[in-house]
């Protein structure tokens, strides 16, 4: 049911689902690499926050890979992606498509915001160019190829790390432009804003 309303509500906005599974399972995860140097605060191969991380990186590479397939269904091909996670609220309105990809180097930019990056880049949000969605939908495969070559404590310093060795333009937008915040539904239906990842 929450499956069909929400394929449902997108359809009725003009926009296409490429993907759409509802499940009570996790995903499963491939044999973890226990790799010291990468996501050292909470590693993959021993804990369940790494273990879940890697989990929101698979389901984000099966949606791209179904991606893939619609553009070469159609014959077009995508000048955005973007992710945001489960507990997103919008304050306000997404950037403007035309206005991030008036920029030269929009393809291979990676748009983020600019607070609460932990060392890296805020991963709650992110907007990128159609170059750059192949590293950035890919972080699963990337992590267990082996990661980086530098040092990474958490997935903000990860996706930071990722970009830069993939050679992608950063830039971090300010809540003003990026008006998201994580939040929960309370069961009187306000919002509670979790005040750790507040950025506005």
């Known amino acids: 049911e929450l499956q069909r309303r929400v394929v449902e509500r997108i359809s009725a906005t003009g926009a296409c689902v490429t993907c759409a599974e509802v499940t009570l399972q996790p995903e499963q995860l491939d044999a973890v690499p226990a790799n010291p140097r990468q996501l050292e605060k909470y590693p993959p191969s021993s804990t369940k926050t790494g273990q879940r991380l890697l989990r929101l990186w698979k389901a984000r590479e099966k949606l791209w890979n179904s991606s893939l ?34 920029a030269p180097s929009a393809p291979r930019t990676l748009w983020s915001r600019t607070c609460r990056g932990f060392g890296g880049l805020n991963d709650k949000v992110a907007i990128f160019g159609r170059e750059a969605a ?26 930071l790390g990722v970009a830069r060795s993939a050679d992608l333009v950063v830039q971090t937008l300010p809540f003003e432009r990026l008006p998201e915040a994580s939040a929960m539904l309370m069961n009187n239906l306000s919002l509670c804003t979790f005040r750790h990842y507040w950025c506005g």
């Open 134 to 159: 192949p590293t950035l939908m890919t972080l699963y495969s990337s992590f267990l190829r082996g990661g980086l070559p530098t040092n990474s404590t958490n997935a903000e310093r990860y996706l």
């Open 69 to 102: 397939e619609l553009e070469a269904t159609l014959g077009l091909s995508y000048d955005l992606a973007m992710w945001a996670r489960d507990d997103a609220v919008w304050l306000g309105d997404v950037p403007r498509p035309g206005e991030l990809l008036a």
